[in-house]
């Protein structure tokens, strides 16, 4: 029996090709929704688009405090394993309903796959960054998506890991028949949603000079959290603010636009994947192969390198990029044949 454990809308992308695989092998499973997200256009949408069956649990803990949260989850969770008896919990990415479920089952020594390991931004002000860290040392099994990880991961002493490439991007390339992409348009794609962003006043006294002048030059397309969706609507700008997305309209309007500009950490790898230019609005990345080789660019608040790049991509005089290695539609398959090997399934 494994447990596959989720909870925010970027957990959704990562354990549908998870979930195809064990169907395909017929391997016994049950999903846990821990209600992180809750809203139907951030959780109900993405299940109906990636067809992933119903969870058999969902213990809806919706927003609070982050102690109140994975200490609700740790609570509920931990009732689901002593009465399923799992062998193995299949963990992603570092939300967290990651760490929850992490910390129970290595409480329980239940054993721990964390798909998407070794990432690190270096920026201990994240909370996904404690997550990373701390579920990449109690994992048994670590699943990496890129170098750089496997680098991380060597540098802290642990040498459980796989690399096996970038769930996310299996995940775009198995939705592929069901994306409309065409010649690009007019209009670049601006999301914001970090509390670091969205819940700072300088801040987001920057970010409006910022999408002031770039609604200047082109078109913005704004699918906003509806936490801040008002504030920008007040801004009257030239911006298009649209709800929260499913997973194939968003993939459609980012992969038909000219350009991406946000805060985001996984936005970072479709765009590379897809070769659409990203202009990233903080100071790091946990996610390096997308500057390195890929389509993403470091910007931070600095409108004078935003509008410089913004310049360059409309006027095609952007950096090239390629996409880096096992980013392909293998790496659930790859994923299970390690387990599998190990006899975990």
Request: proline fraction near 4%.
């Amino acid at each position: 029996m494994i447990l596959i454990c989720c909870g925010a809308r970027p957990n959704f992308m990562k354990i549908a090709p998870i979930i195809k695989e064990l169907d395909n092998r017929k391997v016994e499973y049950k999903l846990i929704h821990t209600g992180q997200h809750y809203d139907k256009n951030m959780s109900d949408v993405f299940f109906d688009d990636l067809n992933i069956p119903k969870p058999d649990y969902n213990l809806g803990v919706r927003s609070s405090t982050h102690a109140k949260q994975t200490g609700k989850i740790m609570d509920l969770f931990e009732d689901i394993c002593i009465k399923e008896k799992p062998n193995l919990i299949i963990v992603v990415g570092d939300v967290n309903s990651t760490l929850a479920c992490s910390l129970v089952a290595i409480k329980l020594q239940i054993k721990i796959a964390h798909i998407e390991s070794g990432l690190r931004s270096f920026n201990r002000k994240m909370p996904e960054e404690i997550n990373r860290i701390l579920v990449d040392h109690i994992s048994d099994y670590l699943f990496v998506s890129e170098q750089a990880g496997v680098d991380n991961l060597t540098k802290e002493g642990i040498d459980n890991y796989y690399l096996v490439g970038n769930i996310m991007i299996n995940n775009l390339i198995n939705n592929k028949d069901k994306l409309s992409l065409s010649p690009k348009k007019d209009y670049i794609v601006v999301t914001i949603h970090r509390p670091e962003n969205t819940g700072d006043v300088e801040k987001m006294k920057n970010i409006r000079k910022i999408l002031t002048e770039l609604s200047k030059k082109i078109k913005i397309v704004f699918p906003a959290h509806p936490r801040i969706a008002k504030e920008i609507e007040s801004w009257n700008l030239n911006i298009d603010v649209l709800g929260p997305l499913g997973y194939i309209d968003f993939i459609n309007l980012v992969g038909n636009s000219r350009a991406v500009v946000t805060d985001s950490g996984g936005i970072q790898e479709e765009t590379t994947y897809l070769g659409i230019p990203c202009l990233t609005l903080r100071d790091e990345t946990e996610r390096p192969s997308t500057v390195d080789i890929g389509t993403n660019t470091i910007v931070g608040l600095d409108i004078e390198k935003i509008m410089e790049n913004i310049d360059n991509i409309l006027n095609d005089k952007y950096k090239k990029s390629k996409v880096p290695i096992y980013w392909d539609n293998n790496v659930a398959k790859r994923i299970m044949e390690i387990l599998q090997n190990a006899h975990e399934i």
